[in-house]
Structures are given as structure tokens and as C-alpha cells.
T-cell receptor
Framework: GNSVTQMEGPVTLSEEAFLTINCTYT??????LFWYVQYPGEGLQLLLK?????DKGSNKGFEATYRKETTSFHLEKGSVQVSDSAVYFC??????????FGTGTRLAVRP | NAGVTQTPKFQVLKTGQSMTLQCAQD?????MSWYRQDPGMGLRLIHY???????DQGEVPNGYNVSRSTTEDFPLRLLSAAPSQTSVYFC????????????FGSGTRLTVV
């Protein structure tokens, strides 16, 4: 079956540091890949997506590249801000409509 | 504003009580689903629907019922609440065809005592 594995958190960084959150997946077929963000007390919001191999999704300074050869979709940001503190979820959507989520990675950014 | 609306935002139930969590979307999405979020376990799919009149079980369906009489609404019913159902519940929707992600509601925090 489909599965998503994320690095365990929490990840604690100082403001302006470089961020990487690792995500690898197992899936049949050719899945679409997503990163969602959850701010405290809120629902999940779509951050970025990629629908085929070598696609790069980007939004709000975050980027992730769909690497089929390594089955990975790592999230990166060059300079994090305190306002980026949140929980980040990697997810995939394969055949059918169901999303499979990773367990989430909490990011805390210190001023 | 268009989106997914969940009610209530907070609820406390006694063991054995029943209740319905409401979910409505106004985006004409065919696909709707319910997830529960527990610490360290990410989001787990409870039930989902690919259109009005069609529902199916997800990963953790026991203790929950759903129905989909209209495209807009997808209520989740707890039949006899148990402390193990203490969680945050999210409703999500999407177009059933295509590679788009889901739109999530803001969640219902349920405590069963």
C-alpha cells in the first residue's frame, strides 16, 4: 500500500536558518505529492504540490522537488521566519482520491 | 467565503453519548472525507465519499457512521462515544478527478470523558 515517511520532529531553528524536512514515499503508479502546513489551532492548508517526476512545487519561499529515482519530496526554505512555526505534513495521492499523510513534523523558529 | 465549514469547533461528550459533527462545502466538490488527528499519528482516514449517495470506509471506521445525501454535506456520527474517540476531527473535500489536493475545514476538537 501507499505510505509516507517524514523526519521526526520537533525541528528547532533560529530565524534566517536554512530548513530541510525530509519526506520519502512508497506508492503504486505515479502519485501526486503535496506539502500541507498546519498553524496552531487551525486546519491544514495546502502549501505546495508536484504532479510528476522532476516537477518543483514552490510557494511562500518553500520548495520541494519530486524525485522519482529516490522516491523523495523534501521540503526546503532558504531563510525561515518565526511565522513559519507550524506542523508540516507530506502527503501523496495515488490512484483514486485518497490522500495518504505522513505523521507531520513540527517546526519551531526562534527569534 | 468558499470553503469547508465544520461545526461545532469544540465539544465535550460523556461516554456513551451520541452526536453528529457537521461538514459542509460550497465548492461543488465530489469527494469528501473525514480524518482524525492524534498526537504522533498524523491524520487517519475515517470515512470518505466520492459523490452523493456513495460512502466507503477508511482506515479507522469503527464507531463512526456517515451519509452523503447531498453534494454539499457530509456529517459524521458518533454512535456511542468512547474516550478513545477523543481527537481533533477534520473534514476535507476535493474534485474527484485530477491531481489537486484537498481543502480542509478548521476542525472539531472532541473530548470524551
Amino acid at each position: 500500500g501507499n505510505s509516507v515517511t517524514q523526519m521526526e520532529g520537533p525541528v528547532t531553528l533560529s530565524e534566517e536558518a536554512f530548513l530541510t524536512i525530509n519526506c520519502t514515499y512508497t506508492a503504486t503508479g505515479y502519485p501526486s505529492l503535496f506539502w500541507y502546513v498546519q498553524y496552531p489551532g487551525e486546519g491544514l492548508q495546502l502549501l505546495l504540490k508536484a504532479t510528476k517526476a522532476d516537477d518543483k512545487g514552490s510557494n511562500k519561499g518553500f520548495e520541494a522537488t519530486y524525485r522519482k529515482e529516490t522516491t523523495s519530496f523534501h521540503l526546503e526554505k532558504g531563510s525561515v521566519q518565526v511565522s513559519d512555526s507550524a506542523v508540516y505534513f507530506c502527503a501523496l495521492k495515488s490512484s483514486g482520491d485518497k490522500l495518504t499523510f505522513g505523521t507531520g513534523t513540527r517546526l519551531a523558529v526562534r527569534p | 467565503n468558499a470553503g469547508v465549514t465544520q461545526t461545532p469547533k469544540f465539544q465535550v461528550l460523556k461516554t456513551g453519548q451520541s452526536m453528529t459533527l457537521q461538514c459542509a462545502q460550497d465548492m461543488n466538490h465530489e469527494y469528501m472525507s473525514w480524518y482524525r488527528q492524534d498526537p504522533g499519528m498524523g491524520l487517519r482516514l475515517i470515512h470518505y465519499s466520492v459523490g452523493a449517495g456513495i460512502t466507503d470506509q477508511g482506515e479507522v471506521p469503527n464507531g463512526y457512521n456517515v451519509s452523503r445525501s447531498t453534494t454539499e454535506d457530509f456529517p459524521l456520527r458518533l454512535l456511542s462515544a468512547a474516550p478513545s474517540q477523543t481527537s481533533v476531527y477534520f473534514c476535507a473535500s476535493s474534485y474527484s478527478i485530477g491531481r489537486d489536493g484537498y481543502t480542509f475545514g478548521s476542525g472539531t476538537r472532541l473530548t470524551v470523558v
